[in-house]
């Protein structure tokens, strides 16, 4: 989409490295006459190039004065004068003191809605650089206004740092460049939050001064005053407040992200009161030249123009003011999530949290600083765990493998510990991974989930080795324990959550046709979700198998019988969530073959492939995993073949078997002693699939000729079978 | 016959010894490109390599630093003047 900017990758050769010797001064020698006499005596359609340039690297070329390649144009399309800040206050063009409170606000205003644009994606040099004022804040005099530019400033510095570290942003989620634009540098963060600390200060004390007294007389002038103040007065607090939460997240303890939480929620009091003052601002004066948007007062969005790279002019339409509060409301609620997740401590529970954030596609910035959060400086999770402790404990809760139990002698055996901690050592960086592609936007997600099951297939190789090696030592030390499989399993686990994420989100991102469906889903329900089911349950025995060995170690300590309490096993609602999932997908895939087997699936021609490639297409990253292995294409058709039944099912059939999927989802989840909102989610889809399942079944609407509808609003992976 | 092929191989003679030379260019817009000749045709549609933009200005180029583009087209009807380098004249035969 985005041409990249070097130019050396466009040319080839013709790029940078320009000779000395193309300086101005050069004596220039005029040869218009002769070199367009010349080119007339050139035939229709023949160029006159050199050798080693042709066609190709000629369609590269930016085209002069068509507006939509050539970025310089609109500076002489423009009536006025572009001026930069420091002409434009020696032509007294706009003005750094003696502003009035209705222009501060609007100023304010508008670099707010310019500060969000920039956060949406576009370029640092078409959103908060097109405020004059912020080019060099130190020529502004009036307080209030070099304060906020300042605060700005900082802003956009903090915002900018944050998003590079955290590193799970592409172009068309952030534009990171700051076109050597001075960020404040010169001045510290305690500084400007202080200015701004003055600035409300002092218009706090105005605000009280012209609030309305009991029994006075109400001057309609001294109204205007005090609502203004208050309109100003929020928005410096306001500013304070975001700047002083960003701050907060640059600081390497935990706690901090406690203080940024309440420092958003005090900024979100303020949204209110400047939502109801917008209006008190100046707006934009109408500029009359052709297809230019109205110029604000100490706004030139042109004045960068030339420092944009020379591909094809992008425009940042910046954002109204009407929307400004709406934008930051959810900003803010977003970053308070964030600051939520220093109370997971469960690695699993962890990657939980960032998959529910993932799902409703929040910001680059709340995505950074979710990632900058857990792994502060990149080194420790929150600044205190290592990752191996955390890999350690998510071994322990989901399999409790005996090497890592305290009871076990081989907790004490050095060549156990080594096997074990080189192989959680190898666990971090693909974890690490993980987590980082979980902050990445969702079709990036998706790309990036095919890729790391290499890294994991890896792992899994590892692990059933050192399963084996630990296996064999603990036999000899404890005959009657066994170490079968522990660490693969949980490998295992991962790598079908990552298979099952990366099917699923095509659903998500629209990427499958109809005639995809049956296999996407097939591939889950019958394969993916089967074999999760089996793994769950083997985590399962195995905690059961270490809990009963710590239970008979306890009961030859004391004589005293241990009550039996009937707990949640742990892994429950997981296997509750698998096998409602796996009926869904059963339901849709018996659906759509039902569909099939009556026409009502429209499918492409195949003229230049076929099903099968298209199939191997779609799971081709399963190929680099080991287990499960992959299915493919004729194996595939071998397992799903409807022949193999006497007598084959007719579409009735299949339609009843997926009005019963559903029903059986339905059950389950109805079963789910706290329901939240995926399940309610899942239960939308289940409850209308069973009816129009029992209707197709009963022939309803068999010879139209119209199509199914397949409705992804109520839940982005299933749909409601909708018939016209 | 003969003569209008000589007409033809010396325009592109011409042409063919400029290629690869500076050149600076000014639109009808006022704005002045500087880069390498590389490529023309029949309309005089102009291709020049580390083409950099200079604004319309005084002769003395002295308005701020000149916009870096890269391999540019200058579309021949928008061609207003074209100049090479005196030394670049030098190494032609035939002259211009």
Redesign the interface.
Known sequence: MVMKSS?EE??GG??????E??R?N???????K?????????????????KL?GLF??M??????DPKMDA??I??QVNRKVLNFEQAVKDEAIRVKDLSISELIGIMDTCFCCLITWLEGHSLAQTVFTCLYVHNPDLIQDPALKAFALGILKICDIAREKVNKAAVFEEEDFQAMTYGFKMANNVTDLRVTGMLKDVEDELQRKVKSTRSRQGEQRDPEVELDHQQCLALFSRVKFTRLLLSALISFTKKETSAVSEAQKLMTQAADLLPAIHSTVQYGIQSQNDTTKGDHPIMMGFEPLVNQ?LLP?TFPRYAKIIKREEMVNYFSKLIERIKTVCEVISVTNLHSILDFFCEFSEQSPCVLSRSLLQTTFLIDNKKVFGTHLMQDMIKDALRYFVSPPVLSSKCSLNNNHQAKDYIDSFVTHCTRPFCSLIQIHGHNRARQRDKLGHILEEFATLQDEAEKVDAALHGLLMKLEPQRQHLACLGTWILYHNLRIMIQYLLSGFELELYSMHEYYYIYWYLSEFLYAWLMSTLSRADSSQMAEERILEEQLKVRSSKKSKKKKKARPLSKEITMSQAYQNMCAGMYKTMIALDMDRKVRKPQFELDSEQVRYEHRFAPFNSVVTPPPVHYIQFKEMSDLKKYNPPPRSADLYMAASKHFQQAKLILENVTSPDAEVNRILKVAKPNIVVMKLLAGGHKKETKALPEFDFSAHKYFPIVKII | MLVEAS??S???C???N???K?M?IR?????T????F???????NV?L??A?????STD??SQ??P??????????H??????????S?QMTTHG?
């Open positions: 130019v466009e040319e013709w790029g940078l490295g320009i000779p010797k193309m101005n050069a004596n220039w020698v005029d040869v218009t002769e070199f367009k006499g010349a080119c007339k005596e050139l035939k229709l359609g023949e160029l006159l190039h050199d340039f690297e000629a590269s070329a930016i085209e002069m004065m310089g144009m500076g002489n030339r020379p | 007409a033809y010396l325009a592109r011409k042409l063919e400029l290629l690869n500076s600076r639109m009808t817009d006022g704005r490109l500087v880069g390498l590389l490529c023309t045709d029949r309309d005089c291709i390599g580390s950099q933009e200079f604004l319309k003395s180029f701020g630093e916009r870096v583009l890269g391999l540019a087209m200058i579309p021949g928008h061609v207003v003047s074209i100049e090479v380098e005196s030394d004249l211009l």
